[in-house]
């Protein structure tokens, strides 16, 4: 197995987990993943050399939620990885702050729970984030 095939093998689970956040819905997330990666190898000739395949690959999945949203002008909201616990019985101080996390999170646009993803859940730095974006970093640390 190359390099490319161990990379993509690591990233297309943290890839699902994200879609799954964006589209809220498995089934979504799955097309959305595999239109990503097919985005990708079609467009394999276009990625900068020096340029980070996970940050590359969280563009374009990225870019394609977005692209979607358009189309469809439905609201995609991210729950899922506030759900990512499984406490079979949480206490009720910890469903109340739960609950209260997830009606400030609705409340960010759909960038903003993105770069709170990226950075907070997917461990990606500042400078990764503004790749995806094509923004300036300092761009990113002020959202």
């Known amino acids: 197995m190359n390099d490319i095939d161990e990379q993509l093998r690591e990233i297309i689970p943290r890839l699902r987990r994200f879609a799954l956040s964006l589209t809220r819905n498995p089934s979504s997330a799955d097309d959305l993943v595999q239109a990503c990666l097919e985005r990708a190898l079609s467009s394999w000739g276009d990625k900068r050399a020096e340029g980070d395949l996970r940050a590359w690959l969280f563009s374009i999945l990225y870019r394609q939620f977005l692209d979607a949203h358009r189309r469809s002008r439905r609201y995609a909201r991210m729950l899922e990885f506030f759900t990512g616990r499984d406490d079979a019985q949480p206490s009720a101080e910890r469903s109340v702050i739960a609950q209260s ?12 729970r993105a770069l709170l993803l990226w950075v907070s859940v ?14 300036p970093v300092g761009t990113v640390m002020s959202r």
């Open 101 to 112: 996390t997830l009606q400030a999170f609705d409340q960010l646009n759909t960038e903003q």
């Open 122 to 135: 997917e461990g990606l730095s500042y400078k990764e984030v503004a790749e995806i974006l094509d923004v």
